[in-house]
Every structure is written in structure tokens, then in C-alpha cells.
Nanobody, 116 residues
Framework: QVQLVESGGGLVQPGGSLRLSCRAS????????MRWYRQAPGKALEWVAR?????????TYADSVRGRFTTSRDDAENTVYLQMNSLKPEDTALYCC????????WGQGTQVTVSS
């Protein structure tokens, strides 16, 4: 069955960096685009970034993170990454990865807290 396991979250000061990982299993990873979402307490789920599965399929980002976050993938490791730089307190949220194969699948999420 499809499994997505995120890691790499934690507490970081404003201006700091974190790299999140999402390791996938149960499907042919290289065939599918992967997405990152986040949800802050009391707020709606927000799409963050997408990395495609084809050469030339450029990654895309929400306006709120463009220029600060970078997503990438390692098909040999079945893993997608989210490099987050210049973090702000408003980036505090539970970050989840997502894939749509026959339906949406979600990981359990990893908490990112940006605070001094």
C-alpha cells in the first residue's frame, strides 16, 4: 500500500533553514508528481509546492514561499525534499507530502515551528 513518511521538522529561529524529507513506498515513485502542503493551527490546508515526474516539468510554488523554498526529488531513493530557507513565523505549520495515484495519499506530517 502507498506510504508517505515525512521527517526533518523542528524548531528553528526566524531566518533559519530546515530540510524536510518524504520517503515514499507502495507505488512507482518515478511516475508521479509529488506535492507538499501545510496546515497551521486554525487555518485551512495550503498547497506549498509541487515537483513533477518528467524532465522539463519545472517545480512550482505557492506565492507565499516562492524564492525561499525549493522542492526536489531523488527517484533512486523514492524521496522528495523541501528545502526551506529564510523561514518566517508564518511558516509554522504541520507539513505533509501528498501523491495522487488512484486517489490522494497523505503522510502523517512533520511539525515546523519558527520562533525566537
Amino acid at each position: 500500500q502507498v506510504q508517505l513518511v515525512e521527517s526533518g521538522g523542528g524548531l528553528v529561529q526566524p531566518g533559519g533553514s530546515l530540510r524536510l524529507s518524504c520517503r515514499a513506498s507502495g507505488f512507482t515513485f518515478s511516475r508521479f508528481a509529488m506535492r507538499w502542503y501545510r496546515q497551521a493551527p486554525g487555518k485551512a490546508l495550503e498547497w506549498v509546492a509541487r515537483v513533477g515526474n518528467a524532465v522539463g516539468d519545472r517545480s512550482t510554488y505557492a506565492d507565499s514561499v516562492r524564492g525561499r523554498f525549493t522542492t526536489s526529488r531523488d527517484d533512486a531513493e523514492n524521496t522528495v525534499y523541501l528545502q526551506m530557507n529564510s523561514l518566517k513565523p508564518e511558516d509554522t505549520a504541520l507539513y505533509c507530502c501528498n501523491v495522487y495515484t488512484s486517489r490522494d495519499f497523505w503522510g502523517q506530517g512533520t511539525q515546523v515551528t519558527v520562533s525566537s
